[in-house]
């Protein structure tokens, strides 16, 4: 019956999330693709899934009511279940080259039915503004930054997994090529850097009939410092990141520039640095920048879930309607223990960095755990201030009387 079937998924939920998810790292990856087991994977996945999809479930479940019971996160969490519920069909399944095949399948189908969560999340916080009448608490504002930071990075390294086996062990393994699943094991920098690039300066030259161009210079401390510089890496990643700030550069060098006469552009400079312990990619651009006070709000997802701005706010409000590109790009560069930092200089322009970790065996899949301190957070009171903020005019007012 539907009560006995939801007392067995609250029951298998409870089982699931009570284990933490193991972070896997990029030369973990690399050393298990290089002489792929499809049964070793299987037997990973059938627990790992479910782990990190139980985990984040029990999250969703502790999300604000108002946001919680919109039709937009109803769906989002009708399809978790859904998952969960096919995964766990191959809990105590035999490998048989059947099964195997029905598994890929399977994850296929997941990995489709979850293409629009990060879209419908976004209308699920229009809908809860909307039923708030607009405005939403700081508490609550910070509990749905906290909660969707750990949903999309949950969501990035469970299709990281879903990814790497279907890609080994799927339809078309590739052949020949030296990727490994979606990792490559030479990623030349330079290259995806030119690839986002040029992307991005055909919309630009599309909507504002011109771009800046782009000046890219590599620094290696390494001894060798053989050039160009190449690590381990997941290319789509490092392009959505590189495209989406890319974009954000070139919107602001030509909307800064396009009421003084001269007629070219400053170029965007790209500086790729490889030490020891970080690999840098900054992207420099004299767009004009913003105040420093304005920097975090970019990575704000209630921030850029503005309702639609009018045409006219879109160029006033530097941004404004920008969509979840920063903070996703961010969550990506995080996921294997690197950043994304933006250092913005007021009237004159932007840096952003995006570190990447050197060594493969520090780029560990960084991954949200729900326990008792990530619940703590949701019934989280507003910290008081244990700063001074501005002088109390009393005190102000007694010193100026004094001196
Ligand atoms: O905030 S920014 O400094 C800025 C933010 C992120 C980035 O990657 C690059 C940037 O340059 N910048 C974006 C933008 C858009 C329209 C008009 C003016 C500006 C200013």
């Known amino acids: 019956s539907a009560s006995s079937s939801m007392a067995s998924l609250a029951k298998m939920l409870d089982f699931y999330s009570g284990f933490n998810p193991s972070p ?18 299987f037997i990973f996945l059938r627990k790992e899934l479910p782990v990190r999809l139980a985990n984040i479930m029990k999250e969703i479940a502790l999300l604000p009511d108002n946001l919680l019971h919109t039709r937009s996160v109803s769906e989002v969490s009708s399809w978790y279940v859904k998952s969960f519920e096919e995964v766990l069909e191959y809990e105590k399944a035999d490998p048989t080259h059947d099964n195997l095949h029905k598994f890929v399948h399977h994850l296929d189908l997941i990995r489709n039915r979850h293409n629009d969560v990060v879209q419908t999340m976004a209308q699920g916080v229009i809908e809860m503004k909307e039923n708030e009448g607009g405005t939403v608490d700081a508490p609550t504002e910070s509990s749905i930054q906290y909660f969707l930071d750990r949903l999309y990075m949950s969501r990035i390294s469970i299709r990281m997994l879903i990814n790497q086996h279907t890609l080994l062990f799927g339809a078309n393994p590739h052949s020949g090529g030296r990727h490994i699943g979606c990792l490559d094991p030479a990623c030349d920098l330079s290259d995806v850097v030119r690839d986002a690039y040029e992307n991005a300066r055909f919309l630009c030259d599309q909507y504002y009939l ?3 161009a782009l000046e890219i210079q590599e620094h290696s401390s390494e001894p060798e410092g053989n050039l160009p510089i190449r690590t381990v890496y997941v290319p789509s990643h490092l392009y959505y990141m590189l495209f989406e700030l890319f974009k954000n550069s070139m919107r602001a060098v030509v909307e800064h520039h396009n009421n003084d006469n001269c007629d070219t552009l400053p170029p965007l400079k790209v500086a ?16 004009g920048g913003i105040p420093r006070s304005q920097t975090d709000q970019l990575f704000k997802y209630m921030y850029s879930t503005a309702p639609q701005p009018s045409k006219s ?18 969550l990506y560069a995080r996921y294997f223990h690197g950043d994304i930092v933006l250092l913005s200089c007021e009237g004159f322009g932007t840096d952003a960095i995006i570190y990447l970790k050197a060594l493969s065996d520090e780029a560990n899949e960084l991954l949200p755990i729900f326990n008792k301190t990530s619940s703590k957070f949701y019934r989280a009171t507003v910290p008081t201030g244990d700063w001074s903020n501005q002088s109390s005019d009393m005190n102000a007012r007694q010193l100026s009387a004094t001196i």
């Open 272 to 287: 790729i640095c490889r030490g020891q312990e970080d690999i840098c990619v900054k992207i420099s651009d004299q767009g």
């Open 24 to 41: 896997l790292s990029i030369k973990q990856f690399m050393d298990f693709g290089q002489n792929a087991c499809e049964k070793k994977s």
């Open 313 to 330: 706010d879109l160029h006033t409000v530097p941004l404004a309607g920008y969509g979840y590109g920063l903070p996703i790009s961010r």
């Open 210 to 212: 011109t771009s800046p």
